[in-house]
C-alpha cells in the first residue's frame, strides 16, 4: 500500500517566463514579464520555431533543472534515473532527477537542483532514512513528519566536470557549468548539473527509491510504494553505459528490464542548443554510444 509523505497546494508555485539569448559562445538568460503559477506555466509550454540552433533570441515558458547524478556501488559507477508518469505527453520515461525552478531561485538554480535529489531520491537504511549534504549545505528533509531521518549519517553530494560552454543569469555565469539545452516542444530552458552522490561505507541493507508529486483532485501529493521503487542504477563501463538497469533493494542489486523503456529528451540528440525530441528508446539511446573499441556505429552522440 502506498505511503503518504506529504501534500502541497500547487497555487503556491510561482515562476517567471525567460528571455534567452544564445550564441556560439555561450547562453544567457533573464526573468521576463509577470510572474505564472502551475497552470499558467503548463498553459505557455508549447512547440517552438527557432530557425538557427546556434545562435537566436527567444521566449521561453520557465526554467527546469535536471540532476545526472552519479553513484558508486559495489566498486562501480552507476547512473541514477527515475521513472515518470507524464499525464501531459501521455507516456512513461526515465529521466534524470529534475524539476522545474521557481522565480525566487532562477539566479540561483543550483539551490533547485539539490533540493530535487532531496525530494526525489531516497535512501533507506537498516536503522533509517538519509539526509544529505552539498558542500557546507544541508539538504532539506522534505518528509521530516513521515520518515526518521538518521542524525548521524547523511550522503554527500559533489560537482563533477561541467559543459564546455557558460551559461549567465543576466551578468551572473553560473559557476557549475550546468549542460543547457532549450526543449523546442515545450518551449522550456533546461539546465542539467553533473553531481556524485556518496554513501557512507558503513551502511546496511540499502534500498533506493524515487518519489514524485502528482496532482490529485486539488494538492500536489507525494507517496512512497515500496512495491514500485522506480529508481534504476544504470552501470558504467569507463564512463559508457552498460544497458542494464538494477533496482537496490536491502542492499541487493535487481536486474530490470529494458524492453519497451523509454527516455525523457534529456538523452535525446541535441543539435547546437536545441533537442527536438519528445522521448528516445532506450535501446536507440545505446545505439548513440560508440562501442568499448572506441569506433562508433552511427557516428551520433549520446545526451545523458
Known sequence: MPRTLARKDPTTFKTLPLLVEAGSDGLAYQPLGLPLNFSQM???RRPLHVADSERFSTE????????RLTLNWQGCDHWVLVRQ???????????LISGYVPSHELNLPLLTAIQEVAEECLVETADGWLGGRFGD???????EGALNYL????FKLTPLSGAARPVQTGSLRLLERPRAYVHVPTAS?????DMRMELPRDLRDVSLYHVD???????????????RPD?????LDQGRPSGELFTLRQGELVKAPTRGVWLAESFARQEGWLVHDERIRFRDWMDMWPPANGHSGKGKRASA
Open 151 to 154: 542524525d548521524a549519517s547523511h
Open 231 to 235: 529508481l534504476y542504477l544504470l552501470p
Open 137 to 143: 549545505l544541508w539538504l532539506p528533509t522534505p518528509y
Open 213 to 227: 508529486e502528482r496532482l490529485e483532485s486539488g494538492p500536489l501529493v507525494a507517496r512512497l510504494d515500496r512495491r
Open 60 to 67: 521561453l515558458a520557465n526554467l527546469g533543472v535536471s540532476v
Open 85 to 95: 508518469r507524464r499525464a501531459d505527453r501521455g507516456d512513461t520515461v526515465l529521466k
Open 189 to 193: 530552458l533546461q539546465l542539467v548539473y
Open 42 to 44: 503548463l498553459e505557455r
